[in-house]
């Protein structure tokens, strides 16, 4: 079965860090450009990061850049990102997809909840 399960997700306090994962099934990751998008409470889809088949990184959201981290382990097939001094506006469910940046039809996990508070 072909699918996508993130975890990792939880209360963070800013300023710490997180690390979230995507265990990917049915299909080798290593050829496939992934992603993480994510959606804060009441708006739209926003592309964080993309990992090309070469393991080429790159950062979409203004608003992470510098402090996200993105990466793909090939043996464990599982799709990672770490992100650094979390801001209250990080809040948002965290997607992990099988995805190239702009791809408006995609296989997608469930999601993943990270909710930064003190």
């Known amino acids: 079965q072909v699918q996508l399960v993130e975890s990792g997700g939880g209360l963070v306090q800013p300023g710490n860090s997180r690390r979230l994962a995507c265990i990917a099934s049915g299909f080798s990751i290593k050829q496939y450009y992934m992603s993480w998008v994510r959606q804060a409470p009441g708006k739209a889809l926003e592309w964080v990061s993309q990992v090309d088949g070469n393991g080429v990184v790159m950062v979409y959201a203004d608003s992470v850049k510098g402090r996200v981290t993105t990466w793909k382990d090939n043996a464990k097939n599982t799709l990672y990102l770490q992100i650094a001094n979390v801001k209250a506006e990080d809040t948002a469910v965290y997607y992990c997809?099988?995805?190239?940046?702009?791809?408006?039809?995609?296989?997608r996990g469930q999601g993943t909840q990270v909710t930064v508070s003190s």
């Open positions: 997809a099988r995805a190239r940046y702009g791809d408006t039809s995609y296989l």
